[in-house]
């Protein structure tokens, strides 16, 4: 379960796959998933595999999958990678926040994700959805722009100094009783956000012609919450009785 995951959303680039691959591994990190990218074979390409040098076990154990929603729904905590300010979605913070709270989540048993978005236009807002944090790398203001592969190797370098620091290796799990509650994961937190919308509609709090970005908001008040497991059985057990008593009208 305590393993960090590094997604590469529609990658254009083979080569970056392979120089991402080659800083993971030389940061200690193995496990890459490709969502969706450009050229399915990404991983075997003769310039992934030439930018890997010697990382070509990392590639080989690439993960593809066809979605963010599947790459990131069995996660409680991903990082989306952006330098870019939005008006909604989950909370942003540092690179160094991020990797604290990576640690304490590995710590207590739990994954994490580190999510990089398209070459050209990094993570769009509808990526986002499937984060809890917004992070961005402490650049440059007026040229903030990274490699992709730059980027994983800043963040995942990052991780392990954090990791280092605070005596907590990859390995490294706290007994059980030391444990805190789970966070939802994030597929958990979208499905409640569905649950609680189709509830919102049934006692028409929300129109649906109008919906004045409340489920926007709604969102980014969970994010922000950073919900635990028995919480979001409370949300979902809220917007089953709104369908009921609708049912009953």
């Known amino acids: 379960m305590n393993s960090v995951y590094w997604i590469l959303h529609q990658t254009s680039h ?3 796959v392979g120089s991402a691959a080659r800083a993971l591994k030389t940061m200690g990190f193995s496990e890459l998933v490709l969502v969706n990218p450009k050229d399915p074979h990404a991983a075997q390409s003769l310039d992934a595999v030439a ?3 010697g990382a070509e076990n990392v590639l080989q154990s690439a993960v593809l999958v066809n979605d963010l929603s599947t790459a990131c729904q069995n996660l409680p ?3 989306g990678l952006t330098a870019r300010d939005r008006e909604f ?11 604290q709270i990576a640690v304490a989540t ?6 994490v994700g580190y999510l990089f978005g398209t070459e050209r236009t990094g993570l769009e807002n509808e ?13 440059n203001p007026a040229y903030s722009s990274l490699n992709l592969s730059q980027a994983v190797m800043i963040c995942a370098y990052e991780l392990r100094q954090t990791q280092i620091q605070s005596g907590l290796t990859n390995a490294t799990l706290l007994n059980s009783s ?9 597929g958990a937190v979208n499905a409640a956000l569905d649950h609680l919308k189709e509830g919102l509609e049934a006692i028409e709090f929300l129109d649906p012609k109008h919906p004045k970005k409340l489920m926007e908001r709604l969102r980014a008040m969970f994010d922000r919450a950073q919900l635990e497991k028995e919480e979001i059985d409370l949300i979902r057990g809220i917007a089953k009785q709104m369908l009921n008593q609708n049912q009953k009208k």
């Open 178 to 186: 030391e444990r805190s509650s789970e966070k939802a994961t994030i």
């Open 89 to 99: 979605g989950p909370p942003s913070i540092t690179l160094k926040e991020a990797c």
């Open 14 to 16: 083979n080569g970056n």
């Open 106 to 111: 590995l710590a207590n048993g739990q994954s």
């Open 77 to 79: 905590i991903v990082f």
């Open 51 to 53: 930018l890997a040098s």
């Open 127 to 139: 990526d986002l959805q499937h984060c809890s944090h917004r992070v961005w790398i402490d650049a």
